[in-house]
């Protein structure tokens, strides 16, 4: 699950739905939502028109 909100944070960015001043939020958010102690931060290099791919890997999840 870590990659994958690593992966909905860049793709906020890319479509400038998220600030970087709120990425540390709505990352706490998610670890929340998901139950999550920890999180790492990944460098992620991909570039999605849109984040249905990573909505459903979530949704698998929950």
Do not use: W
């Not at 999550?36 to 849109?50: A, Q, R, S, V």
């Amino acid at each position: 699950m870590n990659h994958e909100i690593n992966r909905l944070i860049h793709f906020g960015f890319n479509h400038k739905m998220l600030k970087v001043e709120d990425e540390d939020y709505a990352v706490n958010l998610l670890l929340d939502l998901f139950h999550l102690n920890t999180f790492e931060k990944e460098d992620i290099e991909e570039d999605l028109k849109e984040c249905t791919p990573i909505l459903d890997n979530m949704l698998d999840y929950a």
